[in-house]
């Protein structure tokens, strides 16, 4: 039990931060181009990873958006809450010169939702196995409405310590669980090592609620994975109809569909890309 929290906060709370996979090193600065590519009228594309991860779970999609032309950057989500994680994304975004494609990997489609809000460099949203919520709404109420993650049984809480006030509860994914969980269309042996590295998730701090959402502003794109342990698809399926998404959905695809599919995803972003420039 994690003390403080009521049953469906402590039931639930891991669902909404759950987040891309993780390998080791991450993209934190705008990578160059790939030689002999014209990037003249190409967006960069921004892709932001969600909890028990970091941004390398984005590597196999960044290679291939590299090779593609496009310049890309993957920064590090602080996962500390909805508001501060969304406010240090768009502070990355107003780095960035020229347009810009922001794509969400689940907790990370929160972020861009309301990061990418009245940013006039934005033009495509795209998610892949995301949370999209609209405004006042959590992941934490998207879950609730649909049930069914196996996310559940699998969270370990782990207090950690907040100067001057009480405690907050980090949510990891138990380690013995974490392949039949997160991400079991991928090797055993890869993912025992993405378990050892995965960032928690601050429970309580992401649980706010989201703000007028871009996607009501923005045209989007959703990659839904159907076999998703984390969020179930019937979540994927309201949230892409809702924001009038463009959706591809990959038939036996874990949570972490940009690493076991990466190809599908940079398709998916590529039509964004066309559609929009």
Request: overall charge positive; cysteine-free; proline content about 10%.
């Amino acid at each position: 039990m994690i003390p403080g929290h009521p049953p469906r906060r402590r039931v639930l709370g891991g669902l909404f931060a759950a987040g891309g996979a993780l390998t080791l090193g991450a993209a934190a600065t705008p990578a160059p181009a790939a030689a002999g590519k014209d990037t003249g009228t190409r967006p960069t594309v921004v892709l932001v990873h969600g909890v028990f991860a970091d941004a390398s779970g984005w590597n196999a999609v960044t290679a291939r958006l590299l090779r593609a032309g496009f310049p890309v950057i993957a920064p590090a989500n602080p996962l500390r809450d909805l508001a501060g994680d969304a406010a240090y994304v768009r502070s990355v975004l107003d780095t960035i010169p020229g347009p810009l494609i922001l794509v969400g990997h689940s907790y990370g489609g929160e972020v861009i939702t309301n990061a990418a809000r009245g940013h006039a460099g934005v033009k495509a949203l795209v998610y892949v196995a995301a949370f999209a919520p609209d405004e006042g709404e959590s992941a934490l109420d998207l879950a609730a409405k649909f049930p069914g993650s196996r996310l559940e049984s699998a969270l370990v809480p782990r207090p950690y310590p907040i100067p001057g006030a009480e405690p907050g509860v980090d949510g990891y994914i138990d380690p013995a669980k974490f392949h039949d969980v997160f991400a079991q269309d991928l090797p055993r042996a890869q993912t025992d090592v993405m378990a050892t590295a995965q960032r928690p998730g601050s429970i309580g701090g992401l649980g706010g609620p989201s703000g007028v959402p871009a996607w009501k502003s923005l045209p989007s794109w959703y990659v839904v994975a159907s076999a998703d342990r984390v969020i179930p698809p019937a979540v994927q399926r309201f949230m892409a109809e809702r924001a009038k998404s463009t959706v591809v959905e990959v038939k036996n695809a874990s949570h972490v569909v940009m690493m076991s599919r990466p190809d599908v995803v940079v398709r998916h972003i590529e039509a964004a890309h066309r559609a929009t420039r």
